[in-house]
């Protein structure tokens, strides 16, 4: 997500309880409303289900639940971010996608190493800094490592 200099980054912005994260545009294939999840016995707890979508079967990852933080009802503002990643298509379950932002390189912050040291920040790419406060900025793609990926495909 690194912007080189004088480059711009376009984050689609989405939330998870109070905070705000960021990714990389280039990582969504599409945001969509949650349909009927079917739930899939014995897999991890931060799996929520599968959806058809459009004929396809996709996993759908529960951010909330992944990230640690409580679970949450599904509500109209619920919103699951399509990514493809090792071939698969993969859903996140987020709180609220709320708009999409522009980072100039100067604005991207890497994180604190006693945060970047623990293996739950892998997935961390930096700090957005915006007029309205901070974003933590996230790849989608490390969310979940190579042996998960293939047992979703």
């Known amino acids: 997500m ?11 912005v989405f939330k998870l309880g109070e905070e705000r994260y960021g990714v990389d545009i280039s990582q969504v294939r599409e945001i969509i409303r949650p349909s009927q999840i079917t739930k899939i016995p014995n897999a991890p707890d931060f799996v929520e289900g599968v959806i058809n979508l459009r004929g396809q079967i996709t ?21 699951i971010i399509v990514v493809e990643y090792n071939n698969a298509v993969i859903g ?19 994180l604190p190493s006693i945060i970047t040291a623990r293996e739950e920040a892998k ?10 406060g901070l974003l933590i900025l996230i790849d989608l793609n490390k969310v979940l490592n ?8």
Not at 2 to 12: D, H, N, P, R, S
């Open 92 to 110: 996140m379950m987020v709180d609220t996608v709320n708009e999409v932002k522009y980072l100039s390189h100067k604005d991207i912050e890497a």
């Open 123 to 132: 997935f961390l790419k930096g700090v957005g800094k915006l007029p309205d």
């Open 59 to 79: 996993t759908i990852v529960n951010l909330r639940k992944r990230f640690g933080l409580p679970s949450k009802e599904i509500d109209n503002d619920s919103r």
């Open 146 to 153: 190579e042996g998960e990926v293939e047992r979703f495909k």
């Open 2 to 12: 690194q912007a080189m200099k004088g480059e711009t980054v376009q984050v689609i």
